[in-house]
Structures are given as structure tokens and as C-alpha cells.
Nanobody, 124 residues
């Protein structure tokens, strides 16, 4: 079992920045590829970004490429999402995900472990 706890969400104006964190516990963090997903009200959950076990490879949704950066610190068992140039359409509940699979696979097949989510609201 992998326990994931997100933090760092909040209310920010358009053009601003936020940094999300996801603290993992329960299993060896570096054994898992990690990802971020989001869900806006009335919409399906969508892929945002993923990162390989080592952190060398990263993957992004087209909608966030160039604005968001995913990273991880395996020594601290923590996943990050740096979000810059935020837009109102980025407003959603953001979840982290852990997968015992290659990072490239998370986009289509999320792992079994999810956090509870952290709310990001971007005002125009």
C-alpha cells in the first residue's frame, strides 16, 4: 500500500504560480513512477504530467507543456508540480498517482494509488 498526501493548492490570480507537493509513504518511493491528474467540476479526470522512477523522463499534457514542471525527490519521498502562468482553465482538484509501471504508461493507465487531492483555483 502506498499512501499519498497532496498539499500546496490554493487560490491564485491568472498568471500566478503554485507548487504542489505529494508526500508518499508505505512503500519504496523510487519503485514507483508518479503522475499528476486533475478533475474540474462536471468534467472527467485528466492527465497532467508523469515522471519516471528515476526522475530522468517526464511527460506532459499538451495543455500544460511549457508552463508546468513535474519533479521528484526520492530521498524525501516527495513528488512536485511547479505550475507557472496559471490560467482559469487550470482550476481543478489535483491528484497525485503512483504506478508500479513505466512513467510513460501513466497517461493511459494510472496506477492503483491515489491521494485525496488538493484544490487549485485560478481567478481571472
Amino acid at each position: 500500500q502506498v499512501r499519498l498526501v497532496e498539499s500546496g493548492g490554493g487560490l491564485v490570480q491568472a498568471g500566478g504560480s503554485l507548487r504542489l507537493s505529494c508526500a508518499a509513504s508505505g512503500r519504496t518511493f523510487s519503485d514507483y513512477a508518479m503522475g499528476w491528474f486533475r478533475q474540474a467540476p462536471g468534467k472527467e479526470r485528466e492527465f497532467v504530467a508523469a515522471i519516471s522512477r528515476s526522475g530522468v523522463s517526464t511527460y506532459y499534457a499538451d495543455s500544460v507543456k511549457g508552463r508546468f514542471t513535474i519533479s521528484r525527490d526520492n530521498a524525501k519521498n516527495t513528488l512536485y508540480l511547479q505550475m507557472n502562468s496559471l490560467k482559469p482553465e487550470d482550476t481543478a482538484l489535483y491528484y497525485c498517482n503512483a504506478a508500479n509501471a513505466p512513467g510513460a504508461s501513466i497517461r493511459a493507465t494510472p496506477g492503483a494509488f491515489w491521494g485525496q487531492g488538493t484544490q487549485v483555483t485560478v481567478s481571472s
